[in-house]
């Protein structure tokens, strides 16, 4: 215990590891070396952002995607998936709806569907921008092209999510059909990087064959791609896939390691996650305990939110929804955070 409690505090101090530290400090977890990784996250966050709390408004704007990755309730073999697409118009509207309630960011979120072609999500995201010129456009809609992002970055877009999902080949094999592969998805981001894009990576926690070394893996890959946001929840298994048998991952090891990655950069916008959410109904108040200071309630119309099942009973409702963002404030502020109303940009030291 003592020898990882001084690997805590070297990350602390350095904000880097060795691959091997990194590994040593997964097969450390106990809650005792959580609790305290927690105390050193919190009060490096407090650092850089104080108390503060970012919302984001999602927009889940398809449920349509070409992929056939293993662990997802939208895989397009999955013929019980409700498919849906909203039309610019309702996610024009969503974002007026949030803009009113106080989110300034708007994440539209979607599986990889042909329908959203490079002029669909431009006229979105240019017509976003054109009614709320002091709010940030976030798009997570996977892998494109070179040429796509930069389009859409042309047309107002500020940041882009696309979750690594594990930084193991091997492992990301396993997980994701045999077209996609992680050198592909690592291209794409840097190529978001050096567009111009504030870029967001992240991975499953407890996903089928994870091992501590695949762990160390991604915790490594965030240091050295130094991100702007990082979004990691626990894996969720979905009846239709192929991992529909296998364990939920751990909501006390994922907030362990929101906690070191917080360690490894103060400045990371660091979500506490849905699926946390799903798992714990504590689980967003829990996050920012070890280091979170990111919450994206649900902006989607509400006949739809049920549809976009990236996995089994996903949180959506309460302090999930953006209609509920007094209780979530409420939420934050039990555990001392405050929810802002602002972009929320990750800040430079």
Do not use: W
């Amino acid at each position: 215990m003592a020898d990882a409690r001084g690997l805590v505090d070297r990350l602390a101090a350095e904000h880097a590891l060795p691959v091997e530290k990194y590994e040593e400090l997964v097969r450390s977890f106990s809650p005792a070396l959580a609790a305290y990784a927690a105390e050193r996250a919190v009060a490096a966050r407090r650092e850089v952002y104080g108390d503060e709390v970012f919302v984001r408004g999602l927009i889940e704007v398809s449920s349509h995607c070409r992929n056939d990755c293993r662990y997802c309730g939208l895989r397009r073999s999955n013929r019980s998936a409700e498919r849906y697409r909203l039309a610019p118009e309702e996610v024009l509207s969503c974002c007026d709806t949030g803009y009113d309630l106080g989110f300034r960011t708007f994440v539209l979120q979607g599986g990889e569907d042909p329908a959203l072609t490079d002029a669909v999500v431009c006229d979105m995201v240019s017509r976003i921008k054109a009614a709320h010129p002091d709010c940030v456009v976030t798009l997570s809609l996977g892998e494109r092209s070179r040429a796509s992002y930069q389009a859409l970055r042309d047309a107002g877009a500020d940041r882009y999510l696309l979750r690594h999902e594990t930084a193991d080949a091997a492992h990301y094999a396993r997980l994701h059909p045999p077209e996609l592969t992680l050198e592909r998805r690592l291209a794409c981001l840097r190529d978001l990087r050096e567009i111009g894009y504030q870029v967001g990576c992240g991975f499953m926690v407890g996903s089928p064959g994870q091992t501590s070394a695949t762990l160390a893996e991604d915790l490594r890959l965030v240091e050295e791609l130094r991100p702007e946001m990082c979004g990691i929840g626990p894996f969720v298994p979905h009846h239709a896939t192929p991992f529909a048998e296998e364990p939920a991952g751990s909501v006390e090891l994922t907030c362990y390691l929101l906690s070191l990655l917080r360690l490894i950069d103060q400045r990371l916008l660091l979500p506490a996650t849905t699926a946390l959410a799903t798992l714990d109904p504590r689980g967003r108040e829990r996050g920012m305990l070890a280091g979170a200071n990111v919450a994206m309630p649900n902006l989607s119309p509400m006949d739809v939110r049920e549809k976009y099942e990236l996995y089994d009973n996903k949180a959506h409702a309460g302090s999930e929804a953006a209609e509920g963002l007094a209780e979530l404030r409420r939420r934050m502020e039990s555990v001392g955070c405050r929810v802002v109303v602002g972009r929320g940009d990750a800040r430079r030291r």
